[in-house]
């Protein structure tokens, strides 16, 4: 999603933009998108969870003047009933608190599990707001949030890794955490200079690449998360299969 040049004049320099610390070994040979129910048979054929994202539609809603933001989240839903999908197996996501509510409302069951995408503490009057108000988003039917992990920690007075207050507090109310995206960022070496987005809140503590790990044992074992969005599965998976997890 962020494989392009910005700084292209043509149409072959703005695709040629893939980050070197990635690959395009497999774009020549690249499947065909897949639908929604597509990827709902894939991922039932292999008795996997799913996880979608329902994602804020580009154009305006309601769309042609008739296909509502609500018809959008409802339709969702009404293809994991069609195929006879346990609510137990689907963890919805979306960044509009509204569309929780809404799945709160007309699909309880399917939204015991829904994550809010929250991208509040991306700035740090957001994250003071978030974290002063958690108790208050508990009462209102969240009950799990997932921001993007730098929002879940910080350094302490010796440059340790620790919980956020907005993780803490998110805890406190009896908020569930999952977060995202860890392995965006290429080689961990650069990330206080480039000021990447995911380690900005630890970047002075981060050296190398082995670094990642103190990161994801402080997100399992002192934040607590569920779970851990990852482009790359390799290192969770030894994370977790090391701890048990």
């Known amino acids: 999603m962020d494989g392009f040049n910005p700084r292209a004049t043509t149409v072959a320099e703005y695709m040629d933009g893939t ?83 809404f799945w709160n409302r007309h699909d309880a069951d399917y939204a015991r599990q829904a994550m809010f995408l929250d991208s509040r503490p991306d700035t740090p009057e957001g994250a003071r707001q978030a974290t002063a108000t958690m108790a208050q988003l508990k009462q209102s039917g969240i009950r799990t949030l997932s921001p993007a992990f730098h929002a879940l920690l910080k350094l302490d007075a010796g440059n340790n890794i620790v919980p956020s207050d907005y993780a803490v507090a998110a805890k406190k109310a009896g908020i569930k955490l999952t977060t995202w995206s860890l392995e965006r960022s290429g080689p961990l070496n650069k990330v206080r200079a480039s000021g990447d987005f995911y380690y900005s809140s630890i970047a002075a503590a981060i050296k190398d690449d082995g670094d990642i790990y103190r990161v994801v044992d402080v997100l399992a074992q002192k934040v607590g998360v569920a779970g851990i969005f990852s482009d790359w599965p390799a290192t969770v998976s030894f994370y977790a299969n090391c701890f048990n997890l």
């Open 19 to 101: 980050p070197k610390f990635r690959t395009d070994l497999y774009a020549s040979t690249c499947g065909q998108l897949l639908s929604h129910k597509e990827y709902m048979r894939v991922v039932d054929m292999y008795g996997l969870k799913f996880t979608p994202e329902l994602k804020a539609p580009e154009v305006p809603m309601p769309f042609m003047g008739k296909y509502s933001q609500e018809q959008y989240a409802q339709q969702l839903i009404d293809e994991y009933r069609a195929a006879r999908i346990s609510p137990d197996r689907v963890f919805l996501q979306s960044f509009s608190i509204d569309d929780i509510y």
